[in-house]
């Protein structure tokens, strides 16, 4: 039996889940979604996901016609259909039906769509050899224009920098603010070791506050690592002796040079092992079972 796809409180087969073409969603990107993991039949901080999906929705003032609770039901149920014990789950809502005019006003109801399947965002070999990063051109969006806190549907900021990446054969990009800072990477967020404190771009200046960033932020207090947030230049990131991403797709992969500087001795650092092993763990004990 393949996949089913839950749409608007249905299920359809993954070659017959549709949306019309005048969703939306598809039309200009007009729409929230959040990335999601299960672990062990186990769905890893379910809350707090369904809480940033709600704030997104909120800021671009999309109603998404479902309680919370609804939500998070809609999400386990998708697994269960499934029957997927290990699962990625992309959580999207869109504006929905609208016709072919900007206005939102004409889309009368959210789009609600859960997709479950797995995912291998990198190969292996870069979890235990490291990743090798390029800053690109492609600025991140100011958060006066899209701010990065709304994980919208609009993803073409990232794609862009993510083409710059691979057309020059790296798997991964940072990216820079309007003012030259640190920010993140085209799907993750990015942390450095120097001196044995923990360091990641603030929030303020347009980083996503990950889901799993904020879980290795939750580690490094529970392991009385020093940690916090600092605005990063490119500099700080070459003399750093550490480096690693965090994203729900990505969970976290050492970072081993950066625009053709080593990182440290050029290998996975001992910090970000001690993450790796300590978000594994996290992993099997915080979320909603099902």
């Given at each position: 039996?393949g996949l089913k796809v839950y749409i608007n409180g249905k299920f359809y ?53 479902m309680s919370k609770k609804a939500l998070a039901e809609a999400v386990v ?92 054969g790296f798997e991964e990009a940072i990216m820079l603010n309007s003012d ?111």
């Open positions: 039996m087969e993954k070659s017959k889940a549709m949306i019309s073409v005048f969703d939306h969603g598809l039309l200009y990107g007009d729409g929230v979604f959040e990335g999601i993991r299960s672990y062990g039949r186990m769905v890893f901080k379910l809350d707090e996901h369904i809480d940033r999906l709600y704030e997104s929705a909120r800021s671009i003032m999309l109603d998404v016609g149920e998708t697994l269960k259909e499934n029957n997927l014990k290990d699962a990625y789950i992309r959580l999207v809502v869109t504006r929905g039906q609208g016709d072919l005019g900007l206005d939102p006003r004409k889309c009368r109801k959210a789009s609600v769509i859960i997709i479950t399947d797995n995912i291998i965002l990198y190969p292996e070999k870069y979890y235990k050899k490291g990743l090798s990063l390029i800053t690109v051109a492609t600025r991140r969006n100011i958060p006066e224009a899209v701010n990065p806190q709304i994980k919208s549907l609009n993803y073409l900021n990232n794609i862009l920098a993510k083409i710059e990446a691979v057309h020059v030259g800072y640190v920010i993140e990477c085209t799907g993750d967020n990015i942390f450095i070791v120097k001196d044995g404190a923990l360091f990641t771009p603030p929030a303020y200046l347009g980083a996503l506050r990950g889901i799993t960033r904020g879980s290795v932020i939750d580690i490094a207090r529970s392991l009385k690592i020093r940690f916090s947030e600092k605005v990063l230049t490119r500099h700080k990131l070459f003399n750093a002796d550490e480096c690693f991403l965090t994203g729900t797709a990505a969970e976290i992969i050492p970072v081993v040079t950066i625009d053709g500087r080593t990182i440290g001795d050029g290998s996975p650092g001992v910090m970000t092992t001690r993450f790796m092993k300590g978000f594994r763990k996290l992993t099997k004990s915080e979320g909603v079972k099902y």
